[in-house]
């Protein structure tokens, strides 16, 4: 260990009651240094840099921060030293513009209106300076993912920071996203500051990181530098055991078309055209994918085939039936699973115990309900059966689904989705957000589901997830599907052109 280094976090215990989150946690990052963070879901990651940047208090242990004990209460505190973090979920407030959310709680609103001017021109110098591409008067709510998490960055070192923690800050962001806030990452660091990148994708770690520091059951259990290490080694620290990169899986037996969509057309949320003249078909025992870069119409192809927004035309057929313009909750009830893209805003309900969350769509049901009454029994032995089968890391099937890690609370909604006994299961960016040992064991399940004859559209901004699992691969590109290609990693440069509009030799017109 070094003598003085510019973070020592020393033997921090924290527990929630009798939960224990932090279970003597050791870890030093040296100034300068960008600083990997690597663990399963629930590891405790999330917990440590919420005490290192005041938003949890720990119950024991010490801070050594640039050579000083730090003891601090509160987030704002954390700023006053010069630390700043990106949570995983973006707390910026929608409807207002980039210089307003920099501002808010900063002052008296009658001086801030007369500083705005200072504000716009220091937020427009900062975004130069890193290629940052942020515009102070822009309103968050018209921005992509990828622009709200370079506002959220921008905030931080607006703020001013030395120590910058990004916590899995890749998980929403396309591949050229990602490459760019690793570039940025980088710049960071050449600029004199640190950084603390939490990530579950070990191909960016191994690309951006000086050390790696990998957790297990709430501690810290090895640190190295990533020139000593490998993938491989890494995905054994983290979980235990060695983890499948390839999953082996025979070949697909296609039976009779479960999901059919014929010239669906509709439009986004502002009007515009979303989707053009869609078709496909998934049949019974097939995974078939669908790529594109993200915002190219995957979202709302996700949504209008689950009745959640109202087409302009075309035909969708579940078994051979038609449910076009079916209400959501009827076509759920035609064995139909829907394991959806932003788990908070559609697969849970934050404040509902786990047990709650378990049987959200069946809850008047049986075995769920019996003449008017919840059956609380059934319920939790459910619910205790998919915690275990999934291993959801939770103190019991009573707990707030709130106070589950993000990836925890991923894999209720897939459990729970696929113990519907679907027929057809639409999911779209399933593993987000989850560590790789539980990838392999839910790429697993999906092709279980796949061979017990289930139809399953797997819509994803991931490649290797669409490649490790797919039977043929779909790829949209501005609201079209522009072609089919077997999912076969040999075809992987054809994918990647025809995500960029290039087709056989020419580039897709802009309809
Ligand atoms: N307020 C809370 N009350 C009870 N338990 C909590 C609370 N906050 C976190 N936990 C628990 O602490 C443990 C560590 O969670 P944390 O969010 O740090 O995990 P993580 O390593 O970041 O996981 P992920 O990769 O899924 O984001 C989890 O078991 C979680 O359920």
Redesign the pocket.
Known sequence: MSERPFLRMDNIHKS?GE?I?SAGVTLEVEEGEIHSLL??????????MSILCGILSPNSGQIIYKGRPLNIGSPREAIRHRIGMVH?HFMLVPNLTVAENYVLGQGSPLRLIHDMEKVHARIRELSDRYGLGVRPDAVIEDLSVGEQQRVEILKVLYHGTDLLIL??PTAVLTPQETDRLLDLMRGLVKDGKTVIF?S?KLDEVMRVSDRISV?RD?RVVHTTRVADTDPRELARLMVGRDVLMELPRAPADPGDVVLSVEGLSCRNDLGLPALRDIGLQVRRGEIVGVAGVSGNGQTELALAIAGLLPIDSGRLALNGRDITGLSPAEINARAFAHIPEDRHKMGILMPLSLAENAILERYDQPPFAARGMLQRRRIAAHTRDLIARFRI??PDEE?RIA??????QQKLVVARELARDPDFILVSQLTR?I?IGAIEFILQEMLKQRDAGRAILLISTELEELFAICDRILVMFHGQILGEVPADRSRLEEVGLLMAGQKAGHVAQEA
């Open positions: 929630f939960i989150v663990g399963e879901n629930g590891a405790g990651k999330s917990v440590l995983q916590d899995e939490i579950h957790m709430c890391k939770t707990e106070n589950l890690s993000g990836g925890n957000g560590d």
